[in-house]
């Protein structure tokens, strides 16, 4: 969502494109935010959960700040600073896409899927212990 948001808001024509660009954005930053407290929460060690989530929300707050530098940066760079503070909304999203092909299957989806042994696997690697 957050390439196809950004290549569309990048480069609108119309104003329409502009609303369509920025919903499908809102739709990847909506997923976004709901899958990776999910994740976190799933593999994190337990005593760890909290604060994994904690720096989450930090980094998402991080993250609207300099988007906010990035808009005064761009705001007098006539007439294409707009396309390139919206432009630059890929950034994240790519890193996204790249970090989570990186990502392993959280034990209850392996388990969800029929794949028990590795599924246990995983969760004893997340847990540091040799039963489940």
């Known amino acids: 969502f957050f390439i196809i948001g950004t290549v569309l808001v990048a480069s609108a024509f ?49 993250g609207i700040f300099v988007a906010q530098l990035i808009n005064y940066g761009t705001q007098n760079l006539q007439p294409w600073g707009w396309r390139l503070s919206l432009a630059l909304a890929g950034i994240p999203g790519l890193l996204l896409f790249v970090g989570a092909l990186c990502l392993p299957d959280t034990p209850n989806s392996l388990i969800e899927r029929g794949k028990l042994e590795r599924g ?13």
């Open 14 to 62: 119309s104003l329409a494109q502009l609303v369509i660009g920025r919903i499908i954005l809102g739709f990847g930053v909506g997923f976004a935010t709901q899958a990776t407290p999910l994740f976190l929460s799933e593999m994190a060690p337990y005593n760890l959960r909290g604060a994994l989530n904690i720096l989450f929300q930090l980094a998402v707050t991080i």
């Open 120 to 132: 246990e696997k995983v969760l004893q690697r997340i847990r540091g212990t040799d039963g489940t």
